[in-house]
């Protein structure tokens, strides 16, 4: 049996900046990994060229998601003989901006490629994982990095994130990234320069790149879902909006936060209405 540990991704800086004529969009992205994370076990089961997916989640247990479909490819394509359970102890909320099916894709990968000795090199996964999603190729990371292209191109920065935390806040709600993209494809979006936060990085200066974290995709998506809109009004009210910022293509905010600053009050006010954690960077 192997386990595989698939790590929650947030965005500190996402730039749609065009669209190719693949379809796919162009991004420019600051990456990071917390601890909230699902977890991936894997046996051979004596049933040739099967996968079954048993989880917590109905969604990975009925559904051809692409966290099985990657599973089957590579069976598939590696000429693996045996077939293959694996359980997923689901913890990462679906479709709020966390990457969660990208990252237990990635965690397949490395996981199929470990339980079958397939030696896989990381460009090897990278190239499996760019087939199913943009997403992939960086949770096969777990640090931060600046990501680019359409998601294959990736650099690892050191930045220091020991004397912070990050306050997750979900609102329980989901948001298809297709619907999101259809709408950027439709009324355009907002960009911004990354290099100030380039340079913010490189020097580890993470009270300035609090104060400048932007993600394009926010604004269309606060306009066009009403429950975001009301959403981010109640963050900014309650939280300020220094070092806050929708994630992905929606629905977590994450904010920034120092390791001494206490968040009791609003958690407690508002636990029962969002899903409210403060998660350690990895």
């Given amino acids: ?18 669209k190719r004529k693949d379809g796919y969009h162009s991004l420019e992205m600051l990456n990071t990994k917390i601890d909230l994370c699902d977890v991936l076990e894997f046996k051979k ?26 599973a089957k490819y590579m069976i598939r394509n590696y000429n693996i003989q ?7 102890d ?21 996981g199929i490629s470990k339980l079958f000795n397939l030696n ?23 640090k931060t990095a600046f990501v680019s292209g359409i998601g294959e191109v990736i650099e690892e920065v050191a930045l220091d994130f020991s004397d912070y935390q990050l306050l997750l806040i979900n609102p329980l709600e989901f948001i298809g990234t297709k619907d999101v993209f259809d709408l950027v494809d439709k009324n355009g979006v907002l960009t911004r320069d990354i290099s100030a936060i380039k340079d913010y990085v490189y020097n580890n200066n993470i009270e300035k790149l609090k104060n400048n974290i932007f993600n394009s995709l926010e604004d269309i998506v ?25 994630t992905g293509s929606g629905s977590s905010y994450v904010k920034i936060i120092k390791r001494n600053e206490d968040f009791s009050g609003f958690i407690n006010d508002f636990k029962d209405e969002f899903l409210i954690k403060i998660h350690n960077f990895l």
């Fill in 1 to 18: 049996m192997i386990e595989e540990r698939a790590y929650a991704k947030v965005n500190l800086f996402l730039n749609v900046s065009s």
């Fill in 45 to 70: 089961i004596d049933v040739p060229e099967t996968v079954i997916i048993k989880s917590n989640d109905l969604f990975l247990s009925n559904q051809e998601n692409i966290v099985i479909q990657v």
């Fill in 82 to 88: 045996s077939g293959l359970e694996i359980k997923i």
């Fill in 90 to 110: 689901k913890k990462i909320p679906f479709g709020a901006g966390l990457a969660g099916n990208s990252a237990d894709s990635a965690a397949v990968i490395k």
């Fill in 120 to 142: 896989l090199t990381l460009e090897n996964m990278i190239d499996i994982g760019m087939m199913f999603g943009a997403d992939i190729p960086y949770c096969l990371f777990d």
């Fill in 222 to 246: 606060v306009e066009n879902y009403s429950f975001m809109k009301n959403f981010k009004e109640i963050l900014v009210d309650k939280l300020g909006s220094s070092g806050l910022i929708m």
